[in-house]
C-alpha cells in the first residue's frame, strides 16, 4: 500500500505551507513524520480516527495543526511560522489498527508510509 503524499516545497521563514496524504480503506492512526540527512525519522504529529486525538512533538506543538477527513481517509498538515530547522523531507505513515498511545511516536509501529515530500524553509 503506497500512500500519497503532497504540498511540499520552498517556503521563507515564517510562511505556511500544507501537507496532505490520502490512504486507501480505513486507517485508525495516520501522521507525519520527518527526515533530515543522516538521521533517523523523527515524529511530527499524529492523530487517531475516532475519536479525533492530535498528539504533537514539543517542537512543532503552536505552530503545526495536523487534520482528517474522515469520509476520504486523508490526514492534513497545516504548519505555520516555519524555521529552517523544520527544513526536512516530511512521510505521511498510517497504521490501520489501534495502539497503545504510548507507541504512537515510534516510526516502527506504522504499516505504511508515503514517498516522501521535501519542505525547505530558507530566505
Known amino acids: 500500500v503506497q500512500l500519497q503524499a503532497s504540498g511540499g516545497g520552498l517556503v521563507q521563514p515564517g510562511g505556511s505551507l500544507r501537507l496532505s496524504c490520502a490512504a486507501p480503506?480505513?486507517?485508525?492512526?495516520m501522521g507525519w513524520f520527518r527526515q533530515t540527512p543522516g538521521k533517523e525519522h523523527e515524529f511530527v504529529s499524529t492523530?487517531?480516527?475516532?475519536?479525533?486525538?492530535?498528539t504533537y512533538a514539543d517542537s512543532v506543538k503552536g505552530r503545526f495543526t495536523i487534520s482528517r477527513d474522515r469520509a476520504t481517509n486523508t490526514v492534513y498538515l497545516q504548519m505555520n511560522s516555519l524555521k529552517p530547522e523544520d527544513t526536512a523531507v516530511y512521510y505521511c505513515?498510517?497504521?490501520?489498527?489501534?495502539?497503545?498511545?504510548?507507541?504512537?511516536?515510534?516510526?516502527?509501529?506504522?504499516?505504511?508510509w508515503g514517498q516522501g515530500t521535501l519542505v525547505t524553509v530558507s530566505s
Open positions: 505513515a498510517a497504521r490501520y489498527n489501534r495502539i497503545i498511545t504510548s507507541m504512537i511516536r515510534r516510526a516502527e509501529v506504522y504499516d505504511y
Open positions: 492523530m487517531t480516527s475516532s475519536p479525533s486525538i492530535a
Open positions: 480503506g480505513h486507517t485508525y492512526h
